[in-house]
């Protein structure tokens, strides 16, 4: 059984950075395309990013591009998102999630675990 836990969150200001982890057990974790969505109050759960089996390519959502880094780490099972230059709309609980299919899934449906996800709060 597959269990991703992510940790790191907490309350920034506008401006600052914030590095999330999360980490994958039961499997092979190279195995697996990561990504990071995030869900804000009252709206649906957003793609913010993935990165491939291997590290070496990564896609993000507009929103985010410039601004946070995707990166894992296949001998610690760890994937992390960099965030910085955090804004107020960053604001949401974020969630990883582990895809054994080909890369660049952004959609919800693509990914097959999720995380219990992590709150980010950033005040203005």
């Known amino acids: 059984q597959v269990q991703l836990v992510e940790s790191g969150g907490g309350l920034v200001q506008a401006g600052g950075s914030l590095r999330l982890s999360c980490a994958l057990s039961g499997r092979t974790f190279s195995r697996y395309v990561m990504g990071w969505f995030r869900q804000a109050p009252g709206k649906e759960r957003e793609f913010v990013g993935t990165i491939s089996r291997d590290g070496g390519t990564s896609d993000y959502a507009d929103s985010v591009k410039g601004r946070f880094t995707i990166s894992r780490d296949n001998t610690k099972n760890t994937v992390y998102l960099q965030m910085d230059s955090l804004k107020p709309e960053d604001t949401a609980v974020y969630y990883c999630?582990?895809?054994?299919?080909?890369?660049?899934?952004?959609?919800?449906?693509?990914?097959?675990?999720w995380g219990q996800g992590t709150q980010v709060t950033v005040s203005s």
């Open positions: 999630a582990a895809d054994f299919g080909v890369f660049g899934g952004v959609t919800e449906r693509r990914y097959d675990y």
